[in-house]
């Protein structure tokens, strides 16, 4: 009976390394926490309010668009805080460097944050609060979204997670 575990073992590698989907990476995160550079520059914050660089592939057959968005579930609103909200980012798209809020591929809309503006927002958590978590998610899916350049963060998150092919997440934590 145990000389079944190593090859219930290998096979269950197997199907995890298989499975594995899309992968998504970023230097400015790959620590765990957020950098100055990617602190906002307001509310009493004097970070450098540039969007990380990230990575990815891995994406599906069939992907059409990307969509990206970065949250912050630990913000004391009841529903969290969104710091990015990137629709239709090009299939074709596979990074986006440091500093590309503003910056965006052809097609791609970057749309209102909570911060009330478009594109990028960093992190700005009150002081004193434990270490917020802010999640960066990429979804892949099967077309572009109609509504996203109009749409809230929470509702492109909403239509996102409804048609994502796959999906994969990030997150770095930061306190002041």
């Excluded at 309010?49 to 630990?74: R, Y």
């Excluded at 986006?96 to 009330?116: K, N, Q, R, V, Y």
């Amino acid at each position: 009976m145990r000389s079944l575990y190593p090859a219930l073992l290998a096979a269950s590698l197997i199907t995890s390394t298989a499975e594995a989907g899309m992968v998504l990476t970023s230097d400015a995160m790959a620590s765990g926490t957020l950098g100055m550079d990617q602190v906002f520059n307001g509310f009493g914050c004097t970070g450098g309010n540039i969007s990380p660089d990230l990575a990815w592939h891995g994406a599906p057959e069939g992907t059409g668009a990307f969509v990206l968005l970065m949250h912050d579930p630990d913000a004391p609103t009841g529903s969290g805080w969104w710091h990015w909200s990137v629709v239709n980012l090009p299939a074709e798209t596979t990074a986006l460097p440091a500093g590309a809020s503003g910056h965006m591929p052809a097609g791609a809309i970057e749309t209102a944050t909570d911060f009330g503006t478009k594109g990028f927002g960093g992190a700005c958590p009150p002081e004193g609060d434990a270490p917020h978590h802010y999640t960066v998610t990429l979804y892949a899916l099967p077309a572009p979204l109609p509504e996203g350049a109009t749409a809230s963060p929470a509702m492109i998150s909403f239509m996102a997670r409804a048609q994502a092919l796959d999906s994969a997440s990030l997150t770095a934590t930061y306190s002041r």
